[in-house]
């Protein structure tokens, strides 16, 4: 069974930094692109980044460009966000998502992140 966990999400204030990291277990986590997601309260999900398999190519979303950086640890099967600057419109749910761009495989639970001061 695939399965995705998220984890370092919490309450931080703006300008703030979070790294999120997502376990991968059940699947072969070098073979998939892997993203993250986040949905802000009331709004829609809205894609954050992606990397490639072997983790030498991302893209990011234009709301993120420059804060956040996405990575990936194969040998731990451990994906991750740093996010820098951060700031209160940041403040979402962030889901670990398998798959290239919108044809996304599994899905974590998510893990939520607070930016207010």
């Known amino acids: 069974e695939e399965q995705l966990v998220e984890s370092g999400g919490g309450l931080v204030q703006p300008g703030g930094s979070l790294r999120l990291s997502c376990e991968a277990s059940?699947?072969?986590?070098?073979?998939?692109?892997m993203n993250w997601v986040r949905q802000a309260p009331g709004k829609g999900l809205e894609w954050v980044s992606d990397?490639?398999?072997?983790?030498?190519?991302?893209t990011y979303a234009d709301s993120v460009m420059g804060r956040f950086t996405i990575s990936r640890d194969n040998a731990k099967k451990l994906l991750y966000l740093q996010m820098n600057s951060l700031k209160r419109e940041d403040t979402a749910v962030y889901y670990c998502?398998?798959?290239?761009?919108?044809?996304?495989?599994?899905w974590g639970q998510g893990t939520q992140v607070t930016v207010s001061s």
């Open positions: 059940g699947f072969v986590f070098t073979s998939h692109y």
């Open positions: 990397i490639n398999t072997a983790g030498g190519i991302s």
């Open positions: 998502v398998s798959g290239v761009r919108y044809l996304f495989g599994s």
